[in-house]
């Protein structure tokens, strides 16, 4: 999304972060986390068409700001659905659609005779899209705002140490 490599300021602050101390490196990289996940866990709030989506991409949204950059992820949760679904591993279906296909399944009858039958899987989703949906469309729109916010929280907390002068 953003590379360092094009910008001297996001080079600037990475250094910054890595010249500094470690207590206060990992008070900058707490307080920029307060201020970013909030807004990167609404942003895919608001993105969200149903239920659903809802409850297999939002669950395990964080965003998380060290002195590599800022990372966001969505669709982490490991605790399955109560269909069994289970979001970190199957996200992509709510994320990009799925096309709904004819499968032949075998099941047995009650007096345990089987026999197939025809099952039309992937239906509950939205069609089958290249790009992302919720998370991607969510990153690609408030990404570069929560990387502006991490680079103003460095900057202030640098700003606030005494015996360091930050010059814009």
Not at 66 to 83: E, F, K, N, Q, Y
Request: glycine share 6%; charged share 25%.
């Amino acid at each position: 999304m953003l590379d360092v490599r094009d910008s001297r300021e996001l080079q600037a602050t990475i250094l910054a972060l890595r010249g500094a101390q470690r207590s206060i490196r990992l008070d900058i990289n707490k307080e920029s986390r307060s201020r970013i996940r909030p807004l990167w866990q609404q942003a895919l709030n608001a993105r969200t068409h149903d239920e659903m989506t809802r409850r297999i991409i939002v669950p395990g949204a964080r965003a998380t700001a060290t002195d590599r950059g800022v990372t966001m992820h969505a669709a982490t949760s490991r605790r399955p659905l109560s269909g069994g679904l289970v979001p970190a591993f199957e996200w992509a279906g709510a994320e990009f659609g799925a096309r709904s296909r004819r499968v032949e399944v075998t099941q047995r009858s009650r007096a345990g005779r089987s026999y197939r039958r025809p099952l039309i899987i992937n239906r509950q989703f939205r069609g089958r899209q290249q790009d992302g949906m919720v998370a991607f469309d969510a990153a690609s729109e408030v990404g570069t705002k929560l990387v502006a916010m991490w680079v103003h929280t460095v900057v202030d907390k640098l700003n606030e140490i005494p015996a360091v002068e930050v010059t814009a």
